[in-house]
């Protein structure tokens, strides 16, 4: 079964960064594409950025120019870097499969919170 585990969260002031990772087991993570989600609190979780197996990539408009999604097979591993954060940005942030349904089962995620 995979196992999706996110880290890097944390609290940030408006205007700093922070680099999320999310380590996978249990897949062949070289042969599937990923994604970043994120949930706020009291709104749907939403789709940020993705990347596919081939390394293309696509954001949301919200985080494009801010966001960067990136990936490591080696390590099993995908990434955002994130800058330029705002308080808008507050949110638990999830990684998952954006390519497949029913998705993979969620990790735990982890908080980001931007003050201002």
């Known amino acids: 079964q995979v196992q999706l585990r996110e880290s890097g969260g944390g609290l940030v002031q408006a205007g700093g960064s922070l680099r999320l990772s999310c380590a996978a087991s249990?897949?062949?993570?070289?042969?599937?594409?990923m994604g970043w989600y994120r949930q706020a609190p009291g709104k749907q979780r939403e789709l940020v950025a993705r990347?596919?197996?081939?390394?293309?990539?696509g954001y949301a408009d919200s985080v494009k120019g801010r966001f960067t999604i990136s990936r490591d097979n080696a390590k099993n591993t995908v990434y955002l870097q994130m800058n330029s954060l705002k308080p808008e940005d507050t949110a638990v942030y999830y990684c998952?499969?954006?390519?497949?349904?029913?998705?993979?089962?969620w990790g735990q995620g982890t908080q980001v919170t931007v003050s201002s």
């Open positions: 998952n499969n954006p390519y497949t349904s029913p998705p993979w089962p």
């Open positions: 990347i596919t197996i081939a390394g293309s990539t």
């Open positions: 249990g897949t062949i993570f070289s042969r599937n594409g």
